[in-house]
C-alpha cells in the first residue's frame, strides 16, 4: 500500500522557525494535508495543499510541496509553546477513494 | 467552519456491554463520515467509510458484526462497540467530508475502556 513517512520527534526554542517534513509514495496523490493533535484531542485541520501547487501560506503556516521528490514540509514561524503537539502528514488520491493516509506522526516540542 | 461533534469523550464500562459513539457534523452536511482507531503513540487507523444512506465499507481486518455503523443523516453517524472487551479499548476518532474534494474535518474523540 501507499506509504506516508515523518522524523518521529523535533525540539525547537520558543521564537525560532520549526520545519516538520513529510515522503510518500504515491505518485497519484491529489490533495496533502497537515493536521495537529493535541494531547487527548482530535485532529485539527491546518492547512492543505493541492498537489499542483508548489507552496501555500496562510498566516505562520507555509507549506512547501516539492512532487517530483514526493516531499512535503512544513514551516511553522515564530513557534510557539502552544504549537507543542504531534503533528501528521496525510495524503489522499482520487484513486484511493479520497480516504487519507496519514504519516506516523511529529511529536513537536518547544522550549523556552 | 466545518465543525465535527463527538460524544461522549470518554466511556468506562464493564466487559460484555455495548458502547455507542456519535459522531455529528454541526454546520456542513456530511456526505462521508470516518471511523479511526488510534492506539497510544500511533498514528490513526481508518476503521471504516460510511456514506449516508449506505452501509458502511469496512477496512481488511475489521469486523463488521463486532463494530456496527450507522449513517442515516446527512449530519450524524454512530459507532456501536457490541460485546465490548479490555482489547477493545483505545481512542475512537471520528471525521466527516462533505464532498469528496473536500477535506475531512475531525472529532475530539472518544476515550473507550473496558473494564
Known amino acids: 500500500g501507499e506509504d506516508v513517512e515523518q522524523s518521529l520527534f523535533l525540539s525547537v526554542r520558543e521564537g525560532d522557525s520549526s520545519v516538520i517534513n513529510c515522503t510518500y509514495t504515491?505518485?497519484?496523490?491529489?490533495?496533502l494535508y497537515w493536521y495537529k493533535q493535541e494531547p487527548g484531542a482530535g485532529l485539527q485541520l491546518l492547512t492543505y495543499i493541492f498537489s499542483n501547487m508548489d507552496m501555500k501560506q496562510d498566516q505562520r503556516l507555509t507549506v512547501l510541496l516539492n512532487k517530483k521528490d514526493k516531499h512535503l514540509s512544513l514551516r511553522i514561524a515564530d513557534t510557539q509553546t502552544g504549537d507543542s503537539a504531534i503533528y501528521f502528514c496525510a495524503e489522499s488520491s482520487t484513486g484511493g477513494g479520497n480516504k487519507l493516509t496519514f504519516g506516523t506522526g511529529t511529536q513537536l516540542k518547544v522550549e523556552l | 467552519g466545518a465543525v465535527v461533534s463527538q460524544h461522549p469523550s470518554w466511556v468506562i464500562c464493564k466487559s460484555g456491554t455495548s458502547v455507542k459513539i456519535e459522531c455529528r457534523s454541526l454546520d456542513f452536511q456530511a456526505t462521508t463520515m470516518f471511523w479511526y482507531r488510534q492506539f497510544p503513540k500511533q498514528s490513526l487507523m481508518l476503521m471504516a467509510t460510511?456514506?449516508?444512506?449506505?452501509?458502511?465499507?469496512?477496512e481488511q481486518g475489521v469486523e463488521k458484526d463486532k463494530f456496527l455503523i450507522n449513517h442515516a443523516s446527512l449530519t450524524l453517524s454512530t459507532l456501536t462497540v457490541t460485546s465490548a472487551h479490555p482489547e477493545d479499548s483505545s481512542f475512537y476518532i471520528c471525521?466527516?467530508?462533505?464532498?469528496?474534494?473536500?477535506?475531512?474535518?475531525f472529532g475530539d474523540g472518544t476515550r473507550l475502556s473496558i473494564l
Open positions: 504515491d505518485s497519484s496523490s491529489t490533495y
Open positions: 471525521s466527516a467530508r462533505g464532498t469528496d474534494n473536500q477535506p475531512q474535518h
Open positions: 460510511s456514506n449516508e444512506g449506505s452501509k458502511a465499507t469496512y
